[in-house]
């Protein structure tokens, strides 16, 4: 194909990720399909023109996304601070949550997953490798790797359209026991698609001593199997539960004047620690009879809310992981969550980072140790 002589720089993907053994990373990411996130800043009749919500989260074919990306090209809107309009980078909720872990954090991460041998493949390898990701579970497959158009429009608030339907993936019987053996957590996204998968995964999570968080994945994904999504959470294997305020309100069935605090008990009744985040409102959170809520952080400088749920999951999980009290783990949570939306796309960049740092610091919270 004429694709790989575009990109002469990049190496091939190797043909096997699987080498070495070191100590097991503190937290796994599930995601079975690389992904490569093509993220741009848009108007509202280009969204106007793309089916589906805007807002949400739909599932297109690679016709409908070249497509899209087509639109995006012939409707850039113009940059903000010397942005870059485009963004591509390795992208899904679980990669971006894990890349921060490991590159903001200080926390050890890896991925279990499947990638594809094309270039998407290669820049999905060589970002996550750069930000210290663990891909020995990263098994590379011949075929397509994932890709995604992020969609933002001048008020920072995204629209997603993935196209999985050609992508390699990661199969339920292709998990292995020493995938997960020693690690703490494993970070999970909800999708009806991957239901065997997911499953499979949380089973051998459990028994190798895991625990398991989980994000919502979309409003769409939660009104369109809600009932298999409460089947999941009566399993009682899911510790940690992330829903932003569209997935919560679609959770419990209420209408635009439902209450977050209702969604966060009904979660509260099947997990150890239930979020709730609402957007520039902050977040609700509860560890038993404690709850918490906690006000946004960097809200008034955001370019784009790509990531910031996803981030904000990346914070809260370096609290849990070093023992801190719920509250602390929200407040963490809001900076890096923060953090992510002062620039375009998913990943947080090195001045951002510092900006996070800064926060944490006035806020009295423990720093990451960034040693390595």
């Known amino acids: 194909m004429g694709a790989e002589a575009e990109q002469p720089q990049l190496p091939p993907p190797p043909s096997s990720l699987r080498a070495g053994k070191e100590a097991a990373p503190a937290v796994l990411g599930l995601q079975l399909s690389a992904l490569i996130d093509h993220v741009a800043r848009v108007d509202w009749s280009v969204l106007d023109r793309i089916p589906g919500d805007r807002g949400g989260s739909q599932l297109v074919s ?34 971006n949550t894990i890349r921060g872990l490991s590159a903001g954090f200080g926390i050890s991460t890896g991925i279990i ?9 290669t820049l999905f390898v060589n970002n996550m490798s750069f930000s210290g990701v663990d891909l020995t579970r990263l098994r590379a497959k011949k075929g397509h790797t994932a890709q995604c158009a992020c969609l933002v429009d001048a008020s920072g608030n995204r629209t997603m359209r993935p196209c999985l339907s050609t ?50 994945a979309s409003f769409e994904m939660v009104r369109d199997s809600r009932s298999k999504l409460i089947a999941l959470l009566e399993t009682g294997n899911i510790d940690l539960c992330f829903a932003n305020e569209d997935e919560a309100r679609e959770l419990i069935g209420g209408g635009l004047a439902y209450d977050p605090e209702e969604a966060l008990a009904f979660l509260g009744k099947y997990c150890k620690w239930a979020v709730v985040t609402l957007a520039s409102k902050g977040c609700l959170a509860k560890h038993g009879k404690q709850v918490v809520h906690m006000p946004a952080v960097g809200e008034s400088n955001a370019v784009d809310a790509t990531g910031a749920g996803d981030l904000f999951a990346s914070g809260f999980l370096y609290g849990l992981v070093k023992g801190l009290p719920l509250e602390e783990c929200c407040k963490v949570g809001a900076c890096s969550g923060g953090s992510v939306i002062r620039a375009l796309g998913g990943e947080v960049r090195p001045e951002n980072w510092q900006w996070m740092y800064k926060q944490m610091h006035a806020k009295g919270l423990l720093l990451p140790d960034l040693k390595n």
């Open 62 to 95: 690679i016709e409908e996304l070249n497509h899209i990306l087509a639109e995006v090209n012939a409707h850039i809107l113009p940059s903000r601070n010397d942005l870059s309009p485009i963004t591509t980078i390795a992208g899904g909720s679980v990669a």
């Open 113 to 121: 997953g499947a990638c594809g041998d094309d270039n998407q493949g």
């Open 167 to 216: 992508a390699v993936k990661l199969q339920a019987n292709e998990f292995r026991n020493e995938d997960f053996k020693g690690s703490k957590w494993l970070v999970v996204r909800y999708a009806q698609q991957n239901m065997e998968q997911i499953i499979e995964a949380i089973r051998i999570a459990k028994q190798e001593g895991l625990s398991v968080s989980l994000d919502l």
